[in-house]
C-alpha cells in the first residue's frame, strides 16, 4: 500500500509536531512543507525529507492530505482550498476565526475528501478517562478553568489580529471540551475586562447545557504559569472527578475522603495531549472512508461559543442558543 502524502502548511511548533509525527508513521509520509520563513521549512524538510515548496497551493496540488498549522486567522482560505481541491484536510484549530469564515469552511468541508479539526484535547487520555466516568453518572455541575501566563510567547499570540483573540488562541480548547464531555450548550452569560493586554483578556463565564447541567468556566490571559493552568471539575450526587491538564485525574466518591488517582505523566507529550491519537485516527478516516473524529461542524460549534461570549460581555445580554 502506497503511503499517504502529507502536506504541511505553516511549520512552526504545531506544524513541526504534527511533522515529526507523521515522519514515523507507517501509514503515512511527510512529501511537501511550505513555510514563509524559508528556515522553519529547511529545518523540517530536513528532518523529514519533505520538498520544501514555494506556495500553499503547491503543497495542496502534490499531495493527498493537508495538514494546516498556520497562524489562526490563516487557517480559513487554506482549508477552503484544499477542501474544494478534494483533499484530506486537516485544520488546527481554530477552524476560523469568526461565524461568517467559520460557515464558509462548513460549507467548503463537504468537498473534502475529510476534515478533521485540531481539538487534540478530545484524544488526551485524561478526557478520554473523563469522559468513561461522567458517563458511568449523572454531572450536575462543573467548573471549568483555563489559563495562560501571558500573551508573549510566541511574540504573536497578543496579536488578536493575528489569533481572532484570546478565547481563539486559548480557550476554544475548552469551549470544544465542554460539548465533548457535558453536550450542547443552552444558554451562556458572561463576564470580561481588559487588565493586561489590549483586548479583553480575563473572562467568568456561566453556562447552562441542554440536559440541564450548569457549569462555570473562567479564563485569564494573564495568570502565571502556575500548575494547573487548565481543570475541569465534574460534581455528581456524593463525587467530584476532577483533571489537572493532561497530567493526572483523581475521581472521590462518597462521603469519606477516598479517592482513585490515574496519571499519565509518563506518556509522551505527544500522547499525553492525544496529538498522537488524532493523527492515528485522521489517517484511518481517510484509509477507512469515515467520518472522522472530530468534523468541521464540531469546529464549527466551537467557533460559535466563542463569539457567543464574546457578544455576551460586549452587550451584557445572556445568549440563548438555538
Not at 484530506?88 to 484549530?93: D, R, T, Y
Not at 469522559?131 to 454531572?139: A, P, T
Request: glycine fraction near 6%; charge should be negative; include cysteine.
Amino acid at each position: 500500500m502506497d503511503k499517504i502524502k502529507i502536506g504541511i502548511i505553516g511549520t512552526g511548533y504545531m506544524g513541526g509536531t504534527h511533522a515529526q509525527l507523521y515522519a514515523r508513521s507507517e501509514r503515512a509520509a511527510v512529501h511537501a512543507v511550505y513555510d514563509i520563513r524559508p528556515e522553519r521549512m529547511e529545518r523540517v524538510s530536513k528532518q523529514t525529507g519533505a520538498k520544501c515548496m514555494e506556495s500553499g497551493e503547491q503543497v495542496i496540488e502534490s499531495c493527498d492530505a493537508i495538514i494546516v498549522t498556520t497562524p489562526n486567522s490563516k487557517h480559513t482560505a487554506l482549508t477552503i482550498a484544499a477542501a474544494n481541491a478534494g483533499k484530506a484536510v486537516f485544520s488546527e484549530k481554530p477552524m476560523a476565526t469568526n461565524l461568517t469564515e467559520a460557515r464558509a469552511v462548513l460549507e467548503a468541508s463537504k468537498n473534502a475528501r475529510v476534515f478533521q479539526v485540531g481539538h487534540n484535547r478530545r484524544f488526551a487520555p485524561v478526557y478520554v478517562k473523563l469522559k468513561e466516568l461522567i458517563n458511568e453518572d449523572r454531572v450536575h455541575s462543573a467548573h471549568i478553568k483555563m489559563n495562560r501566563g501571558e500573551l508573549q510567547n510566541p511574540e504573536w499570540t497578543g496579536e488578536a489580529e493575528v489569533t481572532g483573540g484570546f478565547l481563539y488562541e486559548t480557550t476554544i480548547h475548552l469551549f470544544d471540551m465542554m460539548r465533548f464531555q457535558f453536550g450542547e450548550v443552552a444558554e451562556m452569560l458572561a463576564f470580561g475586562s481588559s487588565q493586561t493586554y489590549p483586548e479583553t483578556d480575563n473572562f467568568s463565564v456561566l453556562l447552562k447545557f441542554v440536559n440541564g447541567l450548569h457549569a462555570t468556566f473562567c479564563s485569564a490571559a494573564d495568570a502565571s504559569w502556575i500548575f494547573p493552568f487548565e481543570r475541569v471539575e465534574a460534581f455528581c450526587e456524593h463525587r467530584t472527578i476532577m483533571t489537572q491538564e493532561m497530567e493526572n485525574l483523581t475521581d472521590s466518591r462518597g462521603t469519606d475522603p477516598n479517592f482513585q488517582f490515574f496519571s499519565w505523566h509518563l506518556l509522551s507529550k505527544e500522547e499525553r495531549w492525544g496529538y498522537s491519537q488524532e493523527n492515528e485516527q485522521f489517517i484511518d478516516a481517510i484509509l477507512n472512508e469515515t467520518e472522522p473524529p472530530v468534523t468541521a461542524f464540531d469546529g464549527y460549534k466551537s467557533v460559535e461559543l466563542v463569539e457567543a461570549c464574546y457578544k455576551a460581555v460586549k452587550t451584557g445580554e445572556r445568549i440563548v442558543f438555538d
